[in-house]
Structures are given as C-alpha cells and as structure tokens.
C-alpha cells in the first residue's frame, strides 16, 4: 500500500471553528491534490500542488486553503468552518499516471 | 462537456459469480483511463490503466476492456469474493499525467453476498 497519511480520520467541530486537515506522504511525490467527496457522488478536485511553493484550486470552488512548504506535507485549512463544509476530504499524490490515495477524513461540521 | 457515466450505479451478486461494471466517457482529448477500487472509509486504491493503445489489461482477478472508437471501457471481475464488495470508479485522464485533468465517474457500488 502507498505511504500517505492523513489525519484525523473523522472530525466532529461546531460551526465557526478553525480546522487544519493533515496530509503527509513518504513517497517523495511531487504532485499532491485534496479532493472532496460526497457519498454517491464523484471525486471532486478542490486543491492541487506540482512542488514545494506550489499551490492551485481545483475545479471544485471551496472555501479551504493550503499550503506546501515540504514536499511530504500539505494541510488543508478551513478559517471558518460553516455546516455545508461536512464531507470526505481525501488526499492523494502521485508520480506518473497513478494516483496514490489517503484514507481520507470524514468532517462533520454541526 | 467532458463526462464519464458509470453503469450500474449498484450492483448485488452471489459469492463466486462473475460480473462486469461498464464506463463509457466523453472526455476529449483522452490519455489515459483508470478503474479504482474503493473499500468504505478508504481511499481509492488503483487497479488498472490503460492508455489509447492498449485494449484490455488484467490485475488479478480484474480485467479492464477499453474500446477507444466507441469510447467505452468495461471492469470484469471474475470469482467473486466478498472482500470485493466496494464501490468501483472509473477515471479518464485527458492529457497525460503531468497535466491532465481527471475526470471521474460515480462508481458502481458492488456487493458481494455469501
């Protein structure tokens, strides 16, 4: 299995609060992405990186932030998280055409 | 509008039977096109791709059909097991790994009964 990590796995947060998703990978991948996922629905790309400093919105327009200061490193933030943020958040990276996925963190926002 | 559709949305089978999880896509250009496996609560775990040459790849008991001219690919699974139950998607890339956008499908969620 591919070495990427992210934590925590389930979060339950009132509205309002400030939240950092971990993402971290031992692969020395480049490119990195975060995507959200509702259930039934398709992977939607919210956030991508090519390298440190490197940091691009995805298709899906979201309210998060990130950043890329390591390459093995790129956490996810939400200044304020609001109910409509509860979804999946998965992380990936990758090195040619396959992507390398987390387990993801299932964010409930009450 | 580039798409990809997945058919059966869900799928029930018996222990053992075999069974086949259909994609077809409009994505153009295309590059390359990938069938992931999904457990639940887990990440999408990768099983084939195929690039435009290539017309049919195995992994396993996974084998993975693509028909570039009709546009369509198809995921047969044979003797099924119950640790397949998972949800299958299926993802068309449409300019190469550096700089492709992916495009993915729903999935079809698969059960395996004993």
């Known amino acids: 299995e591919a070495d990427i990590y992210q934590t925590p796995r389930y979060l339950v947060i009132g509205t309002g609060k400030k939240i950092t998703l971990e993402c971290s990978q031992t692969?020395?991948?480049?490119?990195m992405y975060w995507y959200q996922q509702d259930p039934g629905m398709e992977l939607h790309l919210i956030h991508y990186?090519?390298?440190?400093?490197?940091?691009e919105k995805g298709d899906l327009s979201s309210e998060s932030t990130v950043s890329r200061i390591r390459t093995e490193h790129f956490p996810l933030t939400l200044e304020s998280a609001r109910p409509s943020h509860t979804s999946q958040y998965l992380c990936?990276?990758?090195?040619?055409?396959?992507?390398?996925f987390g387990d993801g963190t299932r964010l409930s926002i009450l | 509008k580039n798409q990809v559709e997945q058919s059966p949305q869900s799928l029930i089978i018996l222990e053992g039977k075999n069974c086949t999880l259909q994609?077809?896509?409009?994505?153009?250009?295309?590059?390359?096109l990938r069938w992931y496996k999904q457990d639940t609560g887990r990440g999408p775990v990768s099983l084939t791709i195929?690039?435009?040459?290539?017309n049919t790849k195995s992994n396993g008991r996974y084998t993975a059909t693509l028909d570039a001219d009709t546009k369509q690919s198809s995921l047969h699974i044979t003797a099924s097991q119950l640790s397949d139950s998972a949800s299958y998607i299926c993802?068309?890339?449409?300019?190469?790994?550096?700089?492709?956008?992916?495009?993915f499908g729903r999935g079809t969620q698969l059960t395996v009964w004993p």
């Open positions: 990186s090519y390298g440190v400093n490197s940091t």
């Open positions: 195929m690039t435009f040459s290539e």
């Open positions: 993802v068309v890339s449409d300019r190469g790994s550096t700089l492709g956008r992916l495009y």
């Open positions: 990936a990276s990758s090195e040619g055409p396959a992507q390398h």
């Open positions: 994609c077809n896509y409009t994505v153009s250009p295309f590059s390359n």
């Open positions: 692969m020395g991948h480049d490119k």
